[in-house]
């Protein structure tokens, strides 16, 4: 059972990226899934989430707006479209799946999550 996140990399202020993220061993469908990130010094932040039945999305407030979470259950993959990043967007950031919940509720809390990715460091310099 595994996660991998690609797609992250250098970037510089307002451009865009998109992070990726593949489930093997498990499929995704149904499941929630959400991206979170985690800065040197941070705590790890849920930044967009969605539940796995209904497809309810949490976004953090610097997330609205410009951030997108979306899914390919065909694919078993998950995806993070980031738009007008900003220096503070940089972190790693890692894709997430909740297995547990059967709940309508959205969760963005890390511990709320069971499977994690490697991580993708996502850097916004110019």
């Known amino acids: 059972v595994q996660l991998q996140a690609f797609g992250g990399g250098l970037v510089q202020p307002g451009g865009s990226l998109k992070l990726s993220c593949t489930a093997s061993?498990?499929?995704?469908?149904?499941?929630?899934i959400g991206w979170f990130r985690q800065a040197p010094g941070k705590e790890r932040e849920g930044i967009s989430c969605?539940?796995?039945?209904?497809?309810?999305?949490y976004d953090a407030d610097d997330a609205k707006g410009r951030f997108t979470i979306s899914r390919d259950n065909a694919k078993n993959t998950v995806y993070l479209q980031m738009n007008s990043l900003k220096p503070e967007d940089t972190a790693v950031h890692y894709c997430?799946?909740?297995?547990?919940?059967?709940?309508?509720?959205?969760?963005?809390?890390?511990?709320?999550?069971?499977?994690w990715g490697q991580g993708t460091l996502v850097t916004v310099s110019s």
């Open positions: 061993g498990f499929t995704l469908n149904w499941h929630d």
């Open positions: 969605m539940n796995g039945n209904n497809g309810r999305i």
């Open positions: 997430a799946a909740n297995t547990a919940s059967v709940s309508g509720a959205v969760y963005f809390r890390a511990h709320e999550y069971d499977y």
